[in-house]
């Protein structure tokens, strides 16, 4: 049978799209081009992926996300992501990216390995945090010196596994980061449940507000439930427990710290309790999927709102947010 081998069609020319203009939206010239890779770009909507040139204009500066060859004026997308304009300044922000810390955030992370005199935390980040043992409290507010004893019964403290709230203290060239937890406010978790959502670094979720952590006056005669935002998008939700010695001086806080804050046992939660932390959970889920930002008051708002559905609901109290019950909740959030 013989074979025919046709020739090659000629690829179609490009269509100009509508919105190329001299004038961008927001200020600026665009960034005109013939060829389809240099292409005007909407900033807020368009997408960019590795490689792809953003503009080849010199009076644009680059930004994160992007690069520029050596002996070319062409600025080339590093990421797949967004493009922003800020002046002069074009960056690609992730669609979706690894945490990178920043000095001071707050953070929830995991213990992975145990060291001699310190411990590896997962935050999210590329590289695994370091919590040393000199920048954590010891049983008793005891201000001295590490010993050997103290490398020797380090796992008392954290061990593997182990979930806690700390503080970005600094940072190091390979993009690491220090954390202690010397304040009250930080330390072992229990009593609660954990969850992972985007965090900053992807552009949505968490971000860095006023608050990151707070205490909630929970539906139902449930109590109060703590609320940990950590910025990396790890979140903790638990029930909320009385600092022993909570009125001490500020000068002499540090002596409330007894060898139960390293505690590993979980307190007795009522199920009361339980049930509007998995309604805290449920709001924050349906956030996160609405491409919503998650803060103190979006979740506050959001968790009224889906007390307001349940008790509109017939039957039995359900801390259940999906389908019909979850788009009646969104409505309502973002009605006026």
């Given at each position: ?72 004026t062409e600025i080339v997308?590093?990421?797949a992501g967004t493009v ?100 009250l406010k930080y330390g ?149």
């Amino acid at each position: 049978m013989a074979i025919t081998i046709l020739a090659p069609a000629p690829a179609a020319p490009a269509k100009a799209r509508d919105n190329l203009s001299d004038d961008s939206d927001d200020g600026g010239v665009g960034l005109d081009d013939e060829r389809p890779a240099k292409r005007a770009r909407r900033f807020s909507e368009d997408i960019v992926t590795p490689g792809e040139v953003v503009t080849d204009d010199p009076q644009w500066m680059r930004g994160h996300g992007t690069f520029v060859a050596s002996g070319s004026t062409e600025i080339v997308a590093a990421v797949a992501g967004t493009v922003q304009k800020t002046n002069k300044l074009l960056s690609v922000r992730p669609l979706r990216a690894r945490y990178t810390p920043e000095i001071g955030d707050l953070v929830v992370g995991r213990i992975i390995e145990v060291q001699s005199k310190r411990w590896k935390v997962d935050v999210g980040a590329p590289v695994l945090a370091g919590l040393p043992l000199s920048a954590i409290n010891l049983p008793g507010g005891i201000l001295r010196k590490r010993t050997e004893t103290d490398e020797l019964q380090i796992r008392t403290f954290f061990s593997e596994g182990d979930l806690l709230v700390a503080e970005v203290q600094s940072l190091h060239q390979d993009g690491s980061a220090s954390l202690h937890t010397r304040s009250l406010k930080y330390g072992k978790l229990r009593n609660g449940v954990f969850m992972s959502v985007t965090g900053t670094g992807g552009g949505g979720g968490v971000v860095r507000a006023r608050r990151q952590v707070w205490t909630m006056d929970a539906a139902y005669g449930a109590g109060k439930v703590d609320v940990i935002l950590g910025v990396n998008g790890y979140i903790w939700i638990s029930k909320h427990v009385e600092v022993a010695g909570a009125e001490t001086a500020i000068t002499r806080m540090e002596e409330a710290v007894s060898s139960t804050v390293y505690s590993s046992q979980n307190d007795e939660i009522a199920p009361e309790t339980r049930k509007e932390i998995a309604r805290i959970r449920g709001v924050i889920t349906l956030l996160v999927d609405e491409g919503l930002r998650v803060d103190e008051d979006m979740v506050t708002k959001g968790y009224e709102t889906a007390v307001i559905v349940d008790a509109e609901e017939q039957g039995e109290s359900s801390a259940y947010l999906g389908g019909t019950r979850g788009k009646k909740v969104l409505s309502l959030l973002s009605g006026p």
